[in-house]
């Protein structure tokens, strides 16, 4: 096991124009390598703020952040980009592909990026795990929702990520893909032994996790 994450007093402030609001009070947080992990709240409680502050995407405006024994809150942009490259999987609401590439060639890159060999192969093998052995040459446009998210999923896990972040992967799916959806990032997080952060509304995806943490206007209960 060991610890992967740790978040220690650390805050976020989000100035605009004379006012600033804190968003992150004082977060204290450990996630140990392999463990699953809920983030539950109310809307605008700071839960998307805490999984870019993770992501290295925010900047504490004070405060630590040590992943993987280093330091990020620390790292230069470069830096970061390389850890999350290599390390951190994230996963949004919205799913970010590139529009003018394929399902397969939304995947490939990453792995081609990382220097992993036969990157197109590996991306179609978990494209297929995903059931969309048929929809590989598809265009984002030419996909469902929940086959977009997919890829994304796909996407986010084609290096085996140590950390993986889902901010909601499920918000905008119906129930059935929701359930399909939870199933392969937690069969998939167990596979490779990642560690999984997600923020969800959805008690029974909550309940399967280890750990529920919960964040009340800006603060971790
Ligand atoms: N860039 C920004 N500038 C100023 N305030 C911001 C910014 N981004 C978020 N906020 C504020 O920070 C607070 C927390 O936002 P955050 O997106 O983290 O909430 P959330 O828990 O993810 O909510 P939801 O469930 O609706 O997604 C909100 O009050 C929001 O208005
Ligand atoms: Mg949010």
């Known amino acids: 096991m060991g610890r992967l ?3 220690e007093k650390v805050n976020l402030h989000y100035k605009s124009h004379n006012t600033s609001v804190q968003v992150i009070k004082d977060a ?7 463990e699953k992990v809920a983030i539950v709240g109310k809307s605008g409680s700071g839960k998307t703020s805490l999984i870019m502050l993770i992501a290295g995407l925010e900047r ?3 405060g630590k952040i040590t992943f993987d024994g280093k330091v990020i809150s620390a790292l230069s942009e470069n830096e970061l980009a390389d850890i999350r490259r290599e390390s951190i999987g994230i996963v949004f609401q919205s799913f970010y592909l590139i529009p003018n590439y394929t399902a397969l060639e939304n995947v490939s890159l ?4 990382n220097n992993v060999q036969n990157a197109r192969k590996k991306a179609a093998d978990l494209l297929s795990q995903f059931g969309l052995a048929d929809r590989l040459n598809h265009f984002p446009t030419q996909l469902s929702g929940g086959e977009q998210q997919r890829v994304a999923i796909a996407r986010s896990m084609a290096v085996m990520p140590k950390l993986i972040l889902a901010d909601e992967p499920t918000g905008n799916l119906d129930t059935e893909n929701s359930k399909l959806i939870s199933r392969l990032l937690f069969d998939y997080a167990k596979q490779n032994n990642s560690s999984f952060i997600l923020v969800t509304h959805d008690q029974g995806f909550a309940a399967e996790c280890d750990r529920i943490i919960k964040i009340e206007d800006g603060k971790i209960l």
């Open 5 to 7: 994450l740790e978040l």
């Open 28 to 34: 204290d947080l450990n996630i140990e390598s392999g």
């Open 60 to 62: 504490p405006t004070s």
């Open 110 to 113: 990453i792995l081609e990026i």
